[in-house]
Nanobody, 120 residues
């Protein structure tokens, strides 16, 4: 599976960006999708996830500000980021996962990421 993230950029604090993740392959609709970010010197962390049925989960740090969604017809997932803060600055990545008995097994495949920079 190939993943391509896009939509990042430079934005002032309080601004918004819509990130996109487009995947190759025909099983997209069956997969869970996760959005991750990695800031300089920090570990990569998951900020949002959506299951094949549309159930969403968010990290506490972004809850109420970020919204994950998916369009299976386009093999694309989105991350709407609102009320951005300087601490949201990071490279953002997406990842697919297989769903099994209520758990998600994440594939070890990443795209190149998209840089989000929030100025104060």
């Amino acid at each position: 599976v190939q993943l391509v993230e896009s939509g990042g950029g430079l934005v002032q604090a309080g601004g918004s960006l819509r990130l996109s993740c487009t995947a190759s392959g025909s099983s997209f609709r069956l997969n869970a999708i996760g959005w991750y970010r990695q800031a300089p010197g920090k570990q990569r962390e998951r900020v949002a996830a959506i299951t094949s049925s549309g159930t969403t989960r968010y990290a506490d740090s972004v809850k109420g500000r970020f919204t994950i969604s998916r369009d299976n017809a386009k093999n694309t997932a989105y991350l709407q980021t609102d009320s951005l803060k300087p601490e949201d600055t990071a490279v953002y990545y997406c990842r697919l996962g297989a769903e099994s008995s209520g758990t998600i097994i994440w594939y070890d495949s990443w795209g190149q990421g998209t840089q989000v920079t929030v100025s104060s």
